[in-house]
């Protein structure tokens, strides 16, 4: 109980002067694990940095976790868009509230290798939410390459050039390729001029979607996320900034300088 009148009216007045806190568009949550492959960990630590800085500027809020138990209905219900940095899960029950999640209307940003499966993987639902696309093959070491954009129409490449170099990372060539899926739109994809790819392993030809998404979910997925390089292209930034906004249902603002 305020019973000082003068202080109430500080109060009323600082309440009325102040600007009102923004209430954020939409909230994420990023999964990811700092054990494993080095150049994984690397991008993780960078794309903590990377959205929390663009979730500043585009108010939404961006939490991370590498509690993967955390993948459960209520921990769950909090958020619009989770992304799986450089990991997937490990148990029945985190797959099975990661489906459930999406059948709600939730929304996935899969990066690299939190995509990786196999036909002998137990998940198939998360095969068939991919698209298809199995692993099949990558190359080595890490290399940058030309990218082409498949469709710049698309919100999440609007910003792109028709190419660009896309930084160092380890690029997978996925069997069946996701473009023969009829639900699946690919948005970006390894340039021919970029093959033969490759010193120790090379993906010497061939159809490689980079970025695609399948129109039957809310879903994204990039195949970068591998070393410390992958944010060190605008270009890239942009399509990674434009494809969170459209998960997260929201438009860019304009960042003030
Ligand atoms: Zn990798």
Redesign the pocket.
């Known amino acids: 109980m305020m019973t000082n009148p003068f202080l109430f009216i500080f109060f009323l007045l600082l309440s009325f002067f102040s600007s009102p806190a923004q209430s954020p568009r939409f909230k994420v949550a990023a999964f990811y694990s700092t054990k494993g ?1 080095m ?2 960990v690397d991008f993780a630590r960078d794309g903590l940095y990377f959205f929390d800085l663009i979730a500043a500027q585009q108010q939404f809020t961006f939490d991370a976790t590498t509690d993967w138990t955390n993948l459960n209905d209520n921990y769950l219900a909090n958020y619009d868009v989770v992304i799986w940095l450089n990991d997937f899960p490990q148990t029945d029950d985190q797959r099975k509230a990661f489906e459930r999640f999406i059948g709600r209307g939730g929304a996935w940003l899969g990066c ?2 939190s995509a990786f499966n196999l036909p002998d993987s137990k998940w198939k639902w998360f095969n068939e939410f991919l698209g298809g696309a199995y692993f099949h093959s ?1 190359n080595w070491p ?1 290399l940058p390459a030309k990218v082409v954009v498949d469709d710049r129409s698309h919100p999440v490449t609007k910003r792109l050039p028709a190419s660009y170099d896309s930084p160092t ?2 690029w997978y060539q996925w069997t069946p390729s996701p473009r023969e899926n009829k639900d699946v739109k690919v948005l970006m994809s390894l340039s021919k001029e970029s093959y033969p790819l490759g010193v120790k392993t090379i993906i010497k030809d061939g159809d490689t979607p980079v970025v695609w998404t399948n129109t039957r979910y809310k879903m994204l997925y990039m195949n970068m ?3 410390n390089k992958i944010f060190s292209s605008q270009d890239q930034n942009n399509m990674i900034t434009d494809g969170l906004l459209w998960l997260g249902g929201a438009e860019r603002m304009e960042v003030k300088k």
């Open positions: 492959e150049d994984h690299h290798v990558n890490p990372g380890e996320g591998h070393g």
